[in-house]
Each structure stands twice: as structure tokens, then as C-alpha cells.
Nanobody
């Protein structure tokens, strides 16, 4: 299983950005996919997760109501839509895969992509 993030960049506060995690490899659709971020000088934190079926999601309190996640089983992609972005959302964002459900360990990671929220 391989994961690759895209869609990052620079956005002004209050703006929106959509990250894409492209999955490739065998049985990729049996994995739950989480989004994580590492802000400068901080520990990596989980932002969101979506189960393999797409029927279950969870979000960190800091992004709840502003971020959504979804998956497209035809395109082999998982999305993180980020709205009302704040400077504190700045960081390197990673997608990662866990076995079926979000409670499992995340064992495969993408390389990460930079998101910068600044005026």
C-alpha cells in the first residue's frame, strides 16, 4: 500500500483548501485512512479519520465543524476538506492507513504535504 498527499499550499486565514490522499496497492479499500498534522515545534496530532467503508468518521476538537473527510472508492482517493482555516492549522499534513477501523494502529504513511495559513 502506498499513500501520496496532494493539494497543499498557501491560503489566507478564513480560506479553504482540499487535500487529497491517493492510495495505490493491493486491497487499499480495506484500510481506514487518517489525516495527521505536525505544526512547527509541536507533536504530531490526528486531525481526522474515516473508516474503510466510509460510514464512520471522527475529528479532532480543534477542527470539528470546519473540516470534513470523505473517500471515493472508484478513484482510490480520500479527501480532507478544510474550511475557515486559521493560522494555527499551519503544518505538514500526512495521510496514513490503519486496518479497517480508525481504532487500529496506523502503519503506512505518506510523505506529507505543507499547508500554510497566513496573510
Amino acid at each position: 500500500l502506498l499513500l501520496e498527499e496532494s493539494g497543499g499550499g498557501l491560503v489566507q486565514p478564513g480560506g479553504s483548501l482540499k487535500l487529497v490522499c491517493t492510495l495505490s496497492g493491493d486491497t487499499w479499500d480495506t484500510y481506514a485512512i487518517g489525516w495527521f498534522r505536525r505544526a512547527p515545534g509541536k507533536e504530531r496530532e490526528e486531525v481526522s479519520c474515516i473508516s474503510s467503508s466510509g460510514t464512520s468518521t471522527r475529528f479532532a476538537p480543534a477542527v470539528k465543524g470546519r473540516f470534513t473527510t470523505s473517500r471515493d472508492h472508484v478513484k482510490n482517493m480520500v479527501y480532507l476538506e478544510m474550511n475557515s482555516l486559521k493560522p494555527e492549522d499551519t503544518g505538514v499534513y500526512y495521510c496514513a492507513a490503519a486496518d479497517t477501523v480508525c481504532l487500529a494502529d496506523f502503519t503506512t504513511w505518506g510523505q506529507g504535504i505543507q499547508v500554510t495559513v497566513s496573510s
